[in-house]
């Protein structure tokens, strides 16, 4: 089952990646201009003239991504999470992205002031701000892999890496969600038991995202498109997890990307957090090979899964995770 194992872990990260590249160019469009913009987002293109990602090709992933690497690779440098060291990083990125604003692929006003806040020297414990948006949520998968076997150290964990950007209620339920989806996907529940159990683990923190999240399941009838409208697409975790959820749940992982790329709003989040659950599902073999071969860092993607996965088997034969597989 190790490589099974693996392959999920592998599938989690590269959905992340996939979901995030084929939503840049779309990110902050309606679903109606997206249509008669772009038509069906079905292959990886670059961002438009004038737009917010304006300069990134074809694959190239946004922040998104960037911030699920970073916390992936100090869950493997620390051994298991550490809000220190992800704090670090997340500091380490943005002095990167205040000399050369181009690194910072559309980083969310809630990330941006709480990273500049840490730069001036804000402690990571005080540095979150309070606006319930998806950035905490769109870079929680990792917590989920590492932590699969126990639902209960994945949502202390979701929610404490949460805290250094993102501190309002909504958000940290986002986070939770997302990573107690990946840990319950890898764990082989059926979809509509993620989804059911993430939104439990979500009311611990938020009981109205609890409630929206599980509205998609009345939602499985409606046409994608009217379904999504309902849900809505802008930035809030209420409505970008959401979204992301109902993807997972009713259509099948190629078209769930392209509907969430299609759909309008913050397509690249929603994506993504889509592509992160089918990857923690079914592995990566379901990812079309047209967006592999142009996606950006795929070896630093894959050297991610694979230390995430050495670490899980790791802390299992030292006893500090349950082995479920």
């Known amino acids: 089952m190790a490589r099974d ?3 999920r872990f592998r599938g989690c990260l590269l959905g992340v990646a996939v979901g995030d590249a084929l939503g840049m160019p779309t990110e902050g469009y309606t679903a109606r201009e ?3 913009k772009f038509g069906p987002v079905r292959n990886m293109m670059k961002a438009p003239e004038g737009h917010f990602h304006s300069g990134l090709e074809a694959g190239q992933f946004t922040d998104d991504t960037e911030e699920t690497l970073l916390l992936a690779e100090s869950l493997i440098e620390s051994y298991g999470f550490s ?3 992800f704090s670090d990083k997340l500091t380490a990125w943005g002095m990167a992205w205040t000399l050369d604003e181009r690194l910072n692929r559309g980083v969310g006003f809630a990330t941006r002031s709480a990273v500049e806040s840490m730069i001036a ?3 990571w414990q005080e540095s979150g701000i ?6 905490a949520a769109m870079r929680a ?3 989920g892999l590492l932590y699969h076997g126990d639902l209960n150290i994945a949502k202390s964990y979701a929610d404490l890496q949460s805290l250094p950007t993102h501190n309002s209620p909504a958000a940290r339920a986002g986070a939770v969600a997302v990573a107690a989806g ?3 996907c890898i764990n082989g529940f059926s979809k509509k038991a993620v989804l059911r159990i993430a939104a439990s683990q979500a009311r611990k923190l938020d009981v109205d995202f609890a409630e929206r999240l599980l509205r998609v399941i009345s939602l499985q009838d409606l046409n994608p498109e009217d379904a999504l409208e309902r849900i809505g697409n ?3 975790a209420s409505e970008t997890v959401p979204a992301a959820f109902y993807c997972y749940l009713t259509l099948e992982p190629e078209e769930a990307l392209i509907m969430a790329a299609s759909g309008g709003g913050d397509t690249d989040s929603i994506a993504s957090i889509a592509g992160a659950l089918w990857g923690a599902s079914f592995g990566f073999d379901w990812i079309p090979k047209r967006w592999l071969r142009v996606l950006e860092g795929r070896e630093r993607i894959e050297n991610a899964a694979r230390g995430l996965s050495e670490l899980y088997s790791m802390l299992c034969r030292s006893g500090v995770l349950n082995l479920y597989h």
């Open 5 to 7: 194992l693996l392959d």
């Open 34 to 36: 997206i249509r008669t």
């Open 83 to 85: 809000p220190e060291r």
């Open 121 to 123: 020297g804000t402690t």
């Open 130 to 135: 309070a606006l319930p948006t998806c950035g």
């Open 141 to 143: 998968a990792p917590i």
């Open 182 to 184: 990946v840990a319950l």
């Open 234 to 236: 802008s930035p809030l």
